[in-house]
């Protein structure tokens, strides 16, 4: 599917202060989508949406995103349960990326690993850069089983 369902980009007033949707997509067909916990603020997820899947999300009110590894679009929660339902959906000041306020079903996490967040370890600030730079987690604990929701999870090497 092409972008033809949105508006044109005619000039930078309409797409910066008009009210028409004219998403501009990357060279690869992609907006940058950041998802957010609704009551909470926290960053879920960064992702990406192709012209389907943002108009798979405005239709539907539950995310949607292109998997640029897989090369597939998905309806996030569709095999975990965890669907995202969009609260509030913005764009940016020169539409080429959304910011997606939701509310997850379930244990309302977002992240394939098991954790609510996908951003849930930090890198130490105010060191010298060095292969023995280590992360430090911010949540303490996985909200649920990902060999459970998913199965048999890739080897880190295949990535």
């Not at 004219?22 to 950041?34: C, E, H, N, S, Y």
């Not at 192709?50 to 090369?71: M, V």
Request: proline letters at 4%; a negative charge; one cysteine or more.
């Amino acid at each position: 599917m092409n972008d033809t369902v949105f508006s044109k980009r005619l000039s930078i007033e309409q797409v910066e202060e008009g009210q028409d949707l004219a998403p501009k997509f990357d060279q690869d067909g992609l907006l940058v989508a950041v998802t957010t916990d609704a009551a909470s603020g926290d960053v879920l997820m960064v992702g990406y949406m192709n012209a389907e899947a943002l108009r798979r999300t405005i239709e539907t009110g539950e995310a949607h995103y292109w998997s640029r590894s897989r090369k597939v679009l998905w309806h996030k929660g569709a095999s975990s349960g965890l669907v995202q339902k969009v609260v509030d959906l913005r764009i940016d000041d020169d539409q080429d990326a959304v910011w997606l306020k939701v509310q997850v079903a379930g244990s309302g996490a977002s992240c394939h690993v098991g954790y609510k967040s996908c951003f849930y370890r930090s890198v130490p600030l105010g060191q010298s850069v060095s292969p023995e730079i280590r992360l430090e987690f911010r949540e303490s604990q996985k909200t649920f089983d990902p060999l459970e929701v998913y199965g048999d999870v890739p080897n880190p090497t295949q990535l």
